[in-house]
């Protein structure tokens, strides 16, 4: 079993910065990919950002250039920084890893945080 906790939320003024953090802990073999997925209130679940492991950083045109995901594989966390935070950007952040529990399971599995409010205000 795997478990993601996440910490960092809060209330900040527009312009001002945030950072969410995001631990995985249980049965890990290999992390295959992390990121961070975001639902505003009347709005579907989008993606926000998405690092595979080795491979390409991705971000939503909405974040580029004031979102910065980053991860320490040795404590299997990822962080994303927010700058610059926007009154839209006001959510519920949830992060996201694509996990292989054990050698013998070829296939990772994805499981999500709890989730954590944002609320940038005006």
């Known amino acids: 079993q795997v478990q993601l906790v996440e910490s960092g939320g809060g209330l900040v003024q527009a312009g001002g910065s945030l950072r969410l953090s995001c631990v995985a802990s249980?049965?890990?073999?290999?992390?295959?990919?992390m990121g961070w997925y975001r639902q505003a209130p009347g709005k579907q679940r989008e993606l926000v950002a998405n690092l595979p492991t080795g491979g390409r950083t991705t971000y939503v045109d909405s974040v580029k250039g004031r979102f910065t995901i980053s991860t320490d594989s040795a404590k299997n966390t990822q962080y994303l920084q927010m700058n610059s935070l926007k009154p839209e950007d006001t959510a519920v952040y949830y992060c996201n890893a694509n996990i292989r529990e054990s050698v013998w399971r070829p296939l990772g599995r994805d499981y999500w945080g709890q989730g954590t409010q944002v609320t940038v205000s005006s």
């Open positions: 249980g049965s890990i073999f290999r992390i295959n990919a």
